[in-house]
């Protein structure tokens, strides 16, 4: 693990990542030593940063660090924590210092291979995301809501929730992104006021487009949810996979699309994708 | 600084307090060694571990912890962070190890005298908070919209600023809590859907309960805000502020209850007080 550079895993109780939550996160997926989709992650994170004002650190020297991170890892996960630092008075950030590089890889959560084959069950979470505009789309570190609506079922056979807005809106699962399909017609969430918004939400949504699907990112009812004729989750880790129940709708998996499930792999996880860009 | 009993200032990157701001935290004065309203603050601490199914650290324990920090401190701040510490499997907090404990002192904060005699000025913010009533009152680790709001203003006359939340309800300030004054009537923001319940507030309402005051805590605008004779803001270690004036109203703080701020200070600062607590 990299702190600002040094070879360490512990930071200063007075990092205002652990102090406020403070900060932002990127997950990235690791093959043969490289982190696919690199680019996409450091985009969004050099986004987040502008968002909280965060004066990011320098990309060319986060990508230096992820490559001495990731280069003898064969599978695994990346993870890039950039923090405000330490500083400021309360939560007035006017004062903090130089912001915390924190870079790391951890191993390859082992899912079942038939995940992606013959799809996930998905239920629904009684817990809500609360709007704000300032916070939705990036990737920060306040993710509370996430670790409760998590925390409601501990079923083996359940592999991720769905979560509504406080206006009982469709927006994401605790992991993922979530996308409804019927005939061309491709719907995702809406996230301007709250969710994360996923780099594989964006690579499926150009894959899709590339298939000739018809994409549109709308407000979303969990009835439309159970309407879909198919539903898919997606993160940077898992890919996609198709769901294959949600609460008490069974869905068509063998149907699922295979061409889009090809493309968003390829495109998310081959070697030659993420090194090129 | 104490970290689970050690004497030491750094804390495991992998502790879920900095991955997700997953614990909870308070902050305490300390007036010659002793944490005011200790009791207060354990008890809404344990609330909020219960809230968050974080399985609390022995009250004694932290008791002792807090008593061995404070006790060289003449007048200063104690902050208590209790995070569900390092574990779980990604936001699921199913096989989290031991909670992390964290217990230091810090400088007390100087503000200048007259803020509490002649009052300070507050502003409007635009930042809102979201709602979510499993996280409202608990003073947990996200509190991005908290550093956003008070990264608004820089200017050094201003000491406060009231965040509203999605609905466009006045909820607290950045770090206190407010509260309206008419007559003998006294109006604080219901905290059901967000904001944090803060200790100072409980004995605010206690006293001017106990001063014959009619309290009550409800859905307050911004209107209503400026039409009151009377503001001021409170937390546990500014005690209680009066407002002299919030954007363009200009209120009488002469006229400000002493009897009220008075029997504020003696509850929360007095060390017989927090002593026999």
Redesign the interface.
């Known amino acids: 693990?990299l702190?600002n550079g040094q070879a360490q895993?512990?930071?200063?109780?007075?990092?205002?990542?652990?102090?406020?939550?403070?900060g932002l996160?990127e997950t990235l997926a690791v093959i043969d030593g490289v982190p696919a989709l690199l680019d996409r992650h450091l985009q969004r994170l050099q986004a987040g940063c502008q968002r909280?004002?965060i004066d990011c650190p320098d990309i060319g020297l986060i990508k230096q660090e992820i490559a001495l991170e990731a280069k003898a890892v064969v599978r695994g996960v990346l993870k890039v924590?950039i923090?405000?630092g330490s500083g400021g008075?309360?939560?007035?950030?006017?004062d903090a210092a130089q912001p915390s590089r924190?870079i790391?890889t951890a191993p390859w959560?082992e899912y079942p291979d038939n995940y992606r084959t013959e799809g996930v069950n998905l239920r629904l979470c009684r817990?809500?995301?609360?709007?704000?505009s300032?916070?939705a789309g990036i990737k920060?570190?306040?993710?509370?809501?996430?670790?409760?609506?998590?925390?409601e079922w501990?079923e083996t056979t359940i592999s991720e929730g769905v979560i509504l807005d406080?206006s009982g809106q469709v927006i994401e699962g605790?992991?993922s992104n979530i996308f409804a399909i019927n005939g061309s017609e491709i719907a995702t969430p809406k996230l301007d006021q709250?969710g994360v918004a996923g780099i594989m939400r964006g690579v499926v949504i150009e894959v899709a487009q590339s298939l000739g699907y018809q994409v549109s990112e709308q407000r979303i009812s969990v009835a439309q949810l159970k309407q879909a004729e198919q539903l898919c989750c997606t993160n940077s880790i898992i890919g996609i996979w198709p769901i294959r129940r949600f609460e008490d709708v069974h869905y068509a998996v063998g149907r699922f699309d295979q061409q889009l499930l090809e493309g968003v792999m390829a495109l998310g996880f081959s070697h030659e994708q993420a090194a090129s860009r």
């Open positions: 693990m702190i895993d512990l930071l200063s109780v007075s990092d205002r990542g652990l102090q406020y939550g403070d996160f909280l004002k924590i923090t405000r008075r309360g939560y007035n950030p006017a924190i790391y959560p817990t809500r995301l609360g709007w704000n300032q916070l920060h570190l306040n993710r509370l809501e996430q670790v409760l609506a998590r925390a501990r406080t605790t992991m709250c």
